[in-house]
T-cell receptor, first 115, second 115 residues
Framework: DTGVSQDPRHKITKRGQNVTFRCDPI?????LYWYRQTLGQGPEFLTY????????KSRLLSDRFSAERPKGSFSTLEIQRTEQGDSAMYLC?????????????FGPGTRLLVL | AQKITQTQPGMFVQEKEAVTLDCTYD???????LFWYKQPSSGEMIFLIY??????QNATEGRYSLNFQKARKSANLVISASQLGDSAMYFC????????????FGTGTKLQVIP
């Protein structure tokens, strides 16, 4: 399977704990995106990388959130001191900068439940 | 600000019939892209179809077609010959002009195909 992969698929944690999610994009894709999706809503943009550079962060991404893409390949999203409001699906997508359309391809997501 | 509106929270369609899922958008950008994604219960967002704002013809991909009416700012998805496997959430989305493809999603329409 050469699509976008995410790990873990599900995570249950207690409030106050730290969690880290991993995303492996499609190998030749140089852009990587993180989205958050809550129940009954569409995905909301969190942050975006082009290669290893983090070029945009949403206001939704509080100081407790940090994302990295150290070698321009896989990316991690860490949430520190989790809160119940962080419970959501975290989606990763990747795309290739090219002539339009630049289509984002999504992974299966990580479902986070904070107790 | 860009906005996507999907006014149908849920839709039913008989197997083998066609169905139209509504999407309207609002943007002041002259250049934008419109996407439809399918999200089964497993959670993965599956890209279906793309329409560029300057495309003269409506996009088609197999059983999917996009009814693009620029003056009305609508981008409805038409699924022909519905199949049971089409039961899922469907999201309309818009990419913004600029240096990267930040995508804004609607709230989705849940489609259920009845045998």
């Amino acid at each position: 399977d050469t699509g976008v992969s995410q790990d873990p698929r599900h995570k249950i944690t207690k409030r106050g704990q730290n969690v880290t999610f991993r995303c492996d994009p499609i190998s030749e894709h140089n852009r990587l995106y993180w989205y958050r999706q809550t129940l009954g809503q569409g995905p909301e943009f969190l942050t975006y990388f082009q290669n290893e550079a983090q070029l945009e962060k949403s206001r939704l991404l509080s100081d407790r959130f940090s994302a990295e893409r150290p070698k321009g390949s896989f990316s991690t999203l860490e949430i520190q001191r989790t809160e119940q409001g962080d419970s959501a699906m975290y989606l990763c997508a990747s795309s290739l900068v090219a002539t339009p359309p630049e289509t984002q391809y999504f992974g299966p997501g990580t479902r986070l439940l904070v107790l | 600000a860009q906005k996507i509106t999907q006014t149908q929270p849920g839709m039913f369609v008989q197997e083998k019939e066609a169905v139209t899922l509504d999407c309207t958008y609002d943007t002041s950008d002259p250049s934008y892209g419109l996407f439809w994604y399918k999200q089964p219960s497993s959670g993965e967002m599956i890209f279906l179809i793309y329409q560029g704002s300057y495309d003269q013809q409506n996009a088609t991909e197999g059983r999917y077609s996009l009814n693009f009416q620029k003056a009305r700012k609508s981008a409805n998805l038409v699924i022909s010959a519905s199949q049971l496997g089409d039961s899922a959430m469907y999201f309309c989305a818009m990419s913004h002009s600029g240096g990267y493809q930040k995508v804004t999603f609607g709230t989705g329409t849940k489609l259920q195909v009845i045998p």
